[in-house]
């Protein structure tokens, strides 16, 4: 039998058939919504008058337009308060679980998923947003769609996909003190470029990658979509399986037996064939921030700013425009004024602890807001069960309720314009936290320092 790649295999456990063409119509375990896609998706099927075919297979979640402050009274802001209502609406239509405001599990779609054992290893799962790549950590193929795609999982449970070439990105050794799972996936995109994945599916392995924690694991798997990638996965293991057991929706009893024991067969053949490899060495990773406008643009923190870059001449030089940069600049020393710890990057509790520890007895520089906000419900309670809020408080930090908050601006969570933000979030594009902002990606220990430094510092010094 013909050695196989994981993604093959979980691929081909979910056709239900091939379609001519060349494209496969694939079943979906999860599907995941959110207020921003699925308005138009239920509309269409109320059109057509068609009911939501498995219900039970769709979670939903209210995220990107939610205020994080003072989530017990109404949305302000008209058109967030519009689109969380629309859900509630639909959701209750269509007899859809959801996990909205005021719910002890709501939260950014991508932190509670694996957080309720939702995502499980050898899944399929979808949702109307990019980032859904998340849930590939656990060894899921995983990915975003469009609103018309969420109608027809809604309409059908399954999708029809092209399936994708395979890339595996092999990260092997041991990394330095101060580098994190952030800069790994910064470190991959900055070689690869914002197009260096595109058409495949990636595979992270190695054992610099099997060190890591699950949630490590997510942050790599999230940013897949920013160097073009159609999703990310990593193997299950141990790790996976720990942190699946005993929660809310996960196997019990003989089931978690049967499920185990599929699931550890959940892994690459050792001689299968990928279309393309890439090796990374973890000890030539150092902490990463991005100068530019897209994920691709990014150097080691002691780094500097290139004379030309991949992405080429003209859209280079008005990157650098836009934020303010010249080629050979260095990063550190350069003063900020906003931070931002969350995003379905780094809003889990493990990133939280990890800033707490850093900024503990310290006090934030007096130029710099600094922004605290968890991924989910859970993730704010755990963080005050174990004092975290009370250090960010005590350190200047505003700490905050879940949702997508300043990842981008759909809410109340905007930089201002020309304003320089250290963001533990994904994307840097022009305008992404704010018309005008300027955001520079980094991991939530470089953040954390950035906030009490007021500037950019190598966490390493």
Known sequence: MAAKTLFDKIWEAHVVKPVEGGQDVLYIDRHLIHEV???????????????????????????????????????????SRFQVDKLTENCREFGIELYGLGHAWQGIVHVIGPELGITQPGMTIVCGDSHTSTHG??????????TSQVEQVLATQCLLQKKPKRMRIT?????????????????????????????????????????????GRMTICNMSIEMGARGGLIAPDEVTFEYVRNREFAPKGSDWEKALQYWQTLH????????????IQAEDIAPMVTYGTNPGMGIPVDGAIPQVSAEGGASFEKSLEYMGFAPGEKMLGKTVDYVFIGSCTNSRIEDLRLAAAYVKGKYKAPNVRAMVVPGSKQVEQQAKAEGLDRIFAEAGFEFREPGCSACLAMNEDKVPAG?????????????????GARTILAGPLMAAAAAIAGKIVDVRA
């Open 37 to 79: 896609t699925s308005p138009q998706a239920f509309d269409g099927l109320r059109q057509r008058g068609i009911p939501v075919f498995r219900p039970a297979q769709t979670i939903a979640t209210a995220d990107h337009n939610v205020p994080t402050l003072h989530q017990h009274l109404p949305i302000v802001e008209p058109l």
């Open 137 to 146: 950590a656990f060894g899921t193929i995983a990915f975003g769609i469009g």
């Open 171 to 215: 990260v092997d050794g041991t990394l330095a003190s101060g580098v994190t799972a952030k800069d790994i996936i910064l470190h991959i995109i900055a070689q690869l470029s914002a197009a260096g994945a595109t058409g495949y599916f990636v595979e992270y392995a190695g054992s610099a990658i099997r060190a890591l924690s699950m949630e």
């Open 268 to 279: 690459s053949d050792p001689d299968a064939v990928f279309d393309q490899e890439y090796y």
């Open 419 to 435: 304003k320089y933000c250290v963001s533990t979030s994904n994307r840097n594009f022009e305008g992404r936290q704010g018309p």
